[in-house]
T-cell receptor
Framework: NAGVTQTPKFRILKIGQSMTLQCAQDMNHNYMYWYRQDPGMGLKLIYYSVGAGITDKGEVPNGYNVSRSTTEDFPLRLELAAPSQTSVYFC?????????????FGPGTRLTVT | AQSVTQPDIHITVSEGASLELRCNYSYGATPYLFWYVQSPGQGLQLLLKYFSGDTLVQGIKGFEAEFKRSQSSFNLRKPSVHWSDAAEYFCAVGAGNQFYFGTGTSLTVIP
C-alpha cells in the first residue's frame, strides 16, 4: 500500500493564481482531512470529508474548496492565492471518525505564495 | 471548546537521559488522545493513543504516555532518549469528527 500520497511536494504561486493540491489514499478509508501547518501553530483543519460526496468545513476553510467524488481522492482547491496561504499542507485519512481512529498522514505539500 | 496545550515549545536533552513532554487538553467528555511525531520534512506518524482503560499506554520506539483525568494531562515519556528521537512532537485530542492538535514541542538531542 502506498498509504496517503500528495502531489506536488513543492509549489510556488503568484498572488491571485489558483491551484489544486492532490491527495489520494489506497486504504479504503471513509474519512479524509486537509490540514495546514504554520510555524509554531500546530495543525489547523481546513476541510474534512466523511465519505464520497460529503464534505464539511474545519477550523480555517476560508480561501479553500474541496470535493470528494471518489473514496480515494480528496483534492484541495486554492482560488486567488494570497500570501497568507503560504504554509505546509497535509492530507490525512482514517477508517472512521468520531475522533477515535488513527489518522494517516501524507508527506505534505510546501506552498509559497509571493 | 476543545483545545490542546503543549507548554514547552522546545526541549533539549542529552542522549541517554529521560524525557517528558507535557500535554494538557480541554474537552468536556472522555477524550481520545494521541501523540504524533514529525521528523523534518515528513508527515506525522502515530506514536501512541489512549481511548479508554489502562491509563498508561505504550507506544512505538519505547515511548509511553499516562492519562491523568484529574489533571487533564497526557504526558509523553521515554526513559532513555536516542539521537534519532530528535523531531517535533504533537499531542492531539479527537472530538467529534475532528482532531485538535497542540502547537508542538521540538526536541533536540545532544550527544
Amino acid at each position: 500500500n502506498a498509504g496517503v500520497t500528495q502531489t506536488p511536494k513543492f509549489r510556488i504561486l503568484k498572488i491571485g493564481q489558483s491551484m489544486t493540491l492532490q491527495c489520494a489514499q489506497d486504504m479504503n478509508h471513509n474519512y479524509m482531512y486537509w490540514y495546514r501547518q504554520d510555524p509554531g501553530m500546530g495543525l489547523k483543519l481546513i476541510y474534512y470529508s466523511v465519505g464520497a460526496g460529503i464534505t464539511d468545513k474545519g477550523e480555517v476553510p476560508n480561501g479553500y474548496n474541496v470535493s470528494r467524488s471518489t473514496t480515494e481522492d480528496f483534492p484541495l482547491r486554492l482560488e486567488l492565492a494570497a500570501p497568507s496561504q503560504t504554509s505546509v499542507y497535509f492530507c490525512a485519512s482514517s477508517y472512521g471518525g468520531h475522533g477515535g481512529y488513527e489518522q494517516y498522514f501524507g508527506p505534505g505539500t510546501r506552498l509559497t505564495v509571493t | 471548546a476543545q483545545s490542546v496545550t503543549q507548554p514547552d515549545i522546545h526541549i533539549t536533552v542529552s542522549e541517554g537521559a529521560s524525557l517528558e513532554l507535557r500535554c494538557n487538553y480541554s474537552y468536556g467528555a472522555t477524550p481520545y488522545l494521541f501523540w504524533y511525531v514529525q521528523s523534518p520534512g515528513q508527515g506525522l506518524q502515530l506514536l501512541l493513543k489512549y481511548f479508554s482503560g489502562d491509563t498508561l499506554v505504550q507506544g512505538i520506539k519505547g515511548f509511553e504516555a499516562e492519562f491523568k483525568r484529574s489533571q487533564s494531562s497526557f504526558n509523553l515519556r521515554k526513559p532513555s532518549v536516542h539521537w534519532s528521537d530528535a523531531a517535533e512532537y504533537f499531542c492531539a485530542v479527537g472530538a467529534g469528527n475532528q482532531f485538535y492538535f497542540g502547537t508542538g514541542t521540538s526536541l533536540t538531542v545532544i550527544p
